[in-house]
């Protein structure tokens, strides 16, 4: 017998486990890793996972984007807070993954994602990936180091954008895998990528390519905004409004209240506010303006006397979308507001040149859309989309031909689905062109726009009111919930996966998920918002259709 016996050992197959409801990508991806020399385990859902994964400890975890009652990048958040499954490697496996889509997994704790359905070798790729976590051990790391090796694995090149197209932009360029640039704010190199990636909930675009197309100012045209200046200093807020008499109609407020009560009751482009206000501080009226259905789309500019990359990135979180220090000075002022009231300044310049015009809610809102096209007197069809749903509304000369909002299976028209395309952040477009009849009995467009607006704020307000005192009456929209999860950000995650085990009111669920009570009911606010979270049981009854007070699942 040879005194080293380990030279005769054979080697352990890697072990992995596939979660695939799809049978036939689980047959067929399942077999190819087996002929490939790993031991595979494949799971239709993740109802024994926990068992699985405590019992035969993987070597890796591939995990389909859609799974039933819940979602792979979900069921990745829920597995990593456990802790002992932390550093298990996990695979996201998606239809088109995009790299905004990669950051949401990366941030979940994913190491890589997979492109369902392509003509990859899966066995080859597994085993590279497993040579370079053993290596490396980057899925044990941070979202920022698992950026950097997906960039590098994927060989990318190009810029991500993070909060594109506002002052708090940051910009992590990429060339052939490598990071070569990273800003954000006055943070630059490794702080600022780390920073970038730490915001889960910031909007992100990917630039292929060499450049990013540099912006452009914008000189004044036809559309004339207003604007609504919130500082309690008198001389101040005087100073500023003379300052910013050539922007638009002005108004001003002494107070964070006084502020509150004109940003609702009219509609402004921007808001500007001081931090320090009376009353109602500038946090205050962030909070309270995020949760209105129209005064949310105003883009608002904050001004502090602290110059700190912490409270600018609260601001950010908080919903500003530009974060100033005060110096007396005019022209950083002036060149904030220029940038933020662009794409709106873009958009309305072409709609009144009667082209087809790109339309992006996030930056300009869906009830501002609504009204251009009303007040610039247009024919023809707003087209939106996102992922939770497409969005369809003619019009004619100011009148409402048809509105139609598919959700999901969910089809609604007229206005209620204007109550939903309120709701969106989507991209799309508005194309000139006949339309077909007009009905006689056709209502104004931006009137029929405006009540549908106030009616759903009333409803949010009660259904608001409902979430906080009676949590045992929530329920979640067992398809909605599913779409919501796949786009949400990690504290979205977080309370959709708490209500799934259990209805709470806010303040459990803060105290449960270690979240502030003002974020928890932020998502809360959005969840009823979007319609998945529902205050009254779906009209079925079924089981499946009441997801709050579903039997919880092992993860």
């Given at each position: 017998m040879p005194s080293d016996t380990a030279e005769m050992l054979e080697p352990v197959a890697a072990r992995i486990v596939l979660v695939d409801d799809d049978a036939s990508t689980r047959v067929e991806l399942g077999n190819r890793l087996v002929e490939a020399g790993f031991e595979v385990r494949s799971l239709p859902d993740v109802a024994t996972l926990t068992r699985t994964l405590t019992d035969w400890r993987p070597n890796l975890l591939i995990l389909d984007e859609r799974l039933p009652q819940t979602t792979g990048r979900e069921t990745a958040l829920k597995l990593r807070a456990q802790g002992a499954f932390f550093d298990i490697p996990i695979v996201g496996l998606m239809t088109e993954p995009s790299v905004p889509q990669a950051l949401h997994w990366l941030r979940s704790g994913a190491v890589d994602l997979w492109t369902r359905g392509t003509d990859f070798d899966p066995g080859e790729r597994t085993q590279a990936l497993l040579d370079e976590l053993i290596q490396s051990r980057v899925?044990?790391?941070?979202?920022?180091?698992?950026?950097?090796?997906?960039?590098?694995?994927?060989?990318?090149?190009?810029?991500?954008?993070?909060?594109?197209?506002?002052?708090?932009?940051?910009?992590?360029?990429?060339?052939?895998?490598?990071?070569?640039?990273?800003?954000?704010?006055?943070?630059?190199?490794?702080?600022?990528?780390?920073?970038?990636?730490?915001?889960?909930?910031?909007?992100?675009?990917?630039?292929?390519?060499?450049?990013?197309?540099?912006?452009?100012?914008?000189?004044?045209?036809?559309?004339r905004p207003r604007v609504l200046v919130v500082e309690d200093d008198d001389a101040l807020r005087g100073l500023l409004l003379k300052q910013l008499a050539h922007f638009g109609d002005?108004?001003?407020?002494?107070?964070?209240?006084?502020?509150?009560?004109?940003?609702?009751?009219?509609?402004?482009?921007?808001?500007?506010?001081?931090?320090?206000?009376?009353?109602?501080?500038?946090?205050?009226?962030?909070?309270?303006?995020?949760?209105?259905?129209?005064?949310?789309?105003?883009?608002?500019?904050?001004?502090?006397?602290?110059?700190?990359?912490?409270?600018?990135?609260?601001?950010?979180?908080?919903?500003?979308?530009?974060?100033?220090?005060?110096?007396?000075?005019?022209?950083?002022?002036?060149?904030?507001?220029?940038?933020?009231?662009?794409?709106?300044?873009?958009?309305?310049?072409?709609?009144?040149?009667?082209?087809?015009?790109?339309?992006?809610?996030?930056?300009?809102?869906?009830?501002?859309?609504?009204?251009?096209?009303?007040?610039?007197?247009?024919?023809?069809?707003?087209?939106?989309?996102?992922?939770?749903?497409?969005?369809?509304?003619?019009?004619?000369?100011?009148?409402?031909?048809?509105?139609?909002?598919?959700?999901?299976?969910?089809?609604?028209?007229?206005?209620?689905?204007?109550?939903?395309?309120?709701?969106?952040?989507?991209?799309?477009?508005?194309?000139?062109?006949?339309v077909g009849v007009v009905p006689r009995s056709a209502p104004w467009l931006f009137e029929t726009a405006e009540g549908a607006g106030k009616a759903l704020e009333s409803w949010l307000s009660a259904r608001m009111r409902d979430a906080v005192s009676q949590p045992t009456r929530l329920f979640l929209h067992p398809e909605l919930s599913l779409l919501f999860s796949r786009v949400a950000n990690e504290k979205e995650l977080k309370v959709l996966a708490a209500l799934r085990q259990q209805p709470r009111g806010v303040a459990a669920l803060s105290e449960d998920l270690e979240l502030p009570y003002e974020d928890v009911e932020q998502v809360l606010g959005e969840l009823l918002r979007r319609g998945v979270l529902l205050t009254e049981a779906p009209q079925d009854n079924s089981a499946a259709a009441s997801g709050v007070h579903d039997a919880p699942s092992e993860t």
């Open positions: 899925h044990a790391a941070s979202a920022k180091a698992r950026l950097t090796a997906y960039a590098r694995r994927r060989n990318l090149s190009g810029t991500v954008l993070f909060y594109p197209d506002t002052p708090f932009e940051g910009r992590a360029r990429f060339e052939h895998g490598e990071l070569t640039q990273v800003r954000f704010g006055s943070e630059v190199g490794d702080g600022a990528l780390e920073q970038l990636m730490a915001i889960d909930d910031a909007p992100t675009r990917w630039v292929p390519g060499d450049e990013v197309t540099g912006r452009h100012r914008v000189p004044g045209g036809s559309y002005l108004d001003g407020a002494a107070d964070g209240i006084e502020g509150l009560l004109k940003a609702t009751s009219a509609n402004f482009d921007v808001v500007v506010a001081d931090l320090n206000l009376p009353g109602l501080d500038g946090w205050g009226l962030l909070r309270q303006l995020r949760q209105h259905i129209t005064a949310r789309e105003a883009a608002i500019l904050v001004l502090s006397a602290h110059d700190e990359l912490r409270e600018t990135l609260k601001a950010a979180r908080a919903g500003a979308r530009a974060y100033l220090k005060k110096t007396g000075r005019a022209k950083p002022v002036l060149d904030t507001l220029e940038l933020l009231l662009q794409p709106r300044k873009d958009t309305w310049d072409s709609l009144a040149r009667k082209e087809k015009t790109a339309v992006d809610l996030r930056l300009v809102g869906p009830m501002w859309t609504l009204r251009a096209i009303a007040e610039l007197d247009l024919v023809g069809t707003l087209t939106v989309s996102e992922p939770l749903g497409r969005f369809e509304v003619k019009a004619s000369h100011g009148q409402l031909v048809s509105a139609t909002a598919q959700t999901g299976s969910l089809r609604i028209e007229g206005v209620m689905a204007l109550e939903s395309f309120l709701s969106s952040t989507g991209e799309g477009a508005f194309t000139p062109g006949d």
